[in-house]
């Protein structure tokens, strides 16, 4: 960020409570919990309303982030139309398993694909509560954050004019790539990482879930996963070669490797369909430790990732951000910042289990194709102990749905 570089503010300054960088998941969460306190907040995102709506991303959420929602009003059309699991399946040697994590918790998934979540955070926030979201926004950059005189400029898309935005505290909730985490750099944070050094494609088809519950597929020739998003559209994983090209991967040879991959005795034949998504993602997680500085609180993918291999990242940006939400309106309306000068040490505890539970799934996941017959026989005895011992299964169910992961 070349501070030198961009041009003064051409417009007077604005002044906002809080400044929400990212209209995500997490950053909508942060901005209606604002909304419903009357805390002034302006939400900045570099993409259009409509990408944000249909952009396609994770599916999986767990019970105690939809009831989170839900206590905020924020869950209705999630709770009328979601559909929920308490079941996984293990396919491997040609044989099935199923694990009833549901109820050995008491708790369930439910799928409901980001879009529609992110599509109904804004319209409660913007169209019903009339917040201020500001779209398209370009060169977004952050100032005195290490003052108690923080703000945030940026480039109108329509005007060209630059606007800057002062502020009591800002959100961070832009992802990986976003300039919330870049400002932070290694003078000022820590980012602890793990390369798993294997790739999935991450394909979507148009084609009915040929199981009523995600299916894991542990095979000689790779991993491969089933995952409904709705009756209409299921989700698949392939594992590959991380950096491989999607164009390697044409329909025909997709179908035949889902169809070896997820072969069990019993199991329903695959139903194919067109295949709308075909991107490859490296598989890697990152933690940014602290998740705060000065007045800028990062959130969801911000500051941390964790790999789609246990459906986590956006139960984990949820957790960030109702934490966060709650702790911005006790300082703003309330001038109580004990919660908001202990949010990252609040948050850390359950990213790094989920970080953990990532890593171990991945080795059982992903052990059968490594080529490695330790790791093969390792990931067998996992799989075996997780369906047979009822204490494995049970802090399996656990971690799985989120219980307890901020002990």
């Known amino acids: 960020m070349n501070l030198a570089s961009t041009p003064e503010p051409s417009a007077p300054p604005r002044r906002a409570r809080v400044v929400v960088v990212g209209a995500g998941p997490a950053g909508l969460t942060v ?49 009328a139309h979601a559909q929920t699991h308490g079941e996984c399946e293990f396919r491997w040697a040609g044989e099935a398993g199923r694990f009833s994590y549901g109820e050995l918790s008491g708790h369930r998934h439910f799928v409901y ?33 290490d003052t108690d005189r923080p703000s945030v400029s940026y480039t109108d898309p329509g005007t060209g004019e630059r606007i800057r935005i002062d502020c009591d505290a800002v959100a961070g909730c832009d992802g990986a ?9 290694a003078e000022r944070a820590t980012v602890a ?31 491969a996963a089933h995952m409904a998003r709705s009756p209409e559209v299921t989700r698949y994983y392939l594992e590959c070669p991380p950096g491989d090209d999607p164009e390697n991967w044409p329909h025909e040879r997709v179908w035949s490797e889902l169809h070896a991959r997820l ?3 019993g199991a329903p034949p ?67 910042d004990s919660d908001l000068s202990g949010y990252s040490q609040a948050c850390l505890p359950r990213v790094w289990q989920y970080e953990e539970f990532s890593q171990w799934l991945s080795e059982l996941l992903h052990g059968t194709s490594s080529g490695d017959p330790f790791k093969a026989g390792v990931a067998a ?25 901020d002990h």
């Open 263 to 265: 072969a069990a005795a």
């Open 381 to 405: 005895a996992r799989l075996r102990r997780i369906l047979r011992s009822p204490a494995a299964a049970a802090a399996f169910a656990e971690i799985y749905i989120g219980k307890g992961a």
């Open 113 to 145: 694909p980001q879009p529609l979540l992110v599509t109904d955070l804004v319209r409660a926030y913007a169209d019903r509560a009339g917040g201020d979201i500001r779209f398209g926004v370009r060169e977004v950059e952050l100032h005195g954050i």
């Open 31 to 79: 901005a209606n919990i604002l909304r419903a306190a009357s805390v002034d907040c302006v939400v900045l995102e570099t993409e259009s309303r409509e990408f944000i709506e249909q952009r396609p991303r994770a599916g999986f959420i767990e019970e105690w982030a939809v009831r989170a929602l839900e206590e905020r009003g924020l869950a209705d059309r999630l709770l």
């Open 270 to 336: 695959l139903t194919e369909g067109r295949l709308i998504e075909k991107r490859v993602l490296d598989m890697h997680n990152y933690v940014v430790e602290p998740m705060s500085y000065g007045r800028l609180y990062l959130a969801g993918d911000a500051a941390h990732l964790a790999a789609p291999i246990a459906a986590k990242g956006m139960n984990l940006a949820l957790h960030d951000a109702l934490y966060l939400g709650d702790a911005l309106v006790a300082s703003c309306a309330d001038g109580d």
């Open 177 to 185: 790539r976003g300039v919330t985490r870049t400002y932070l750099g």
């Open 193 to 223: 990482r793990h390369d798993y050094g294997i790739g999935w494609l991450a394909l979507l088809a148009e084609a009915p879930p040929s199981s009523d519950c995600v299916v894991f597929g542990l095979h000689p020739r790779g991993f």
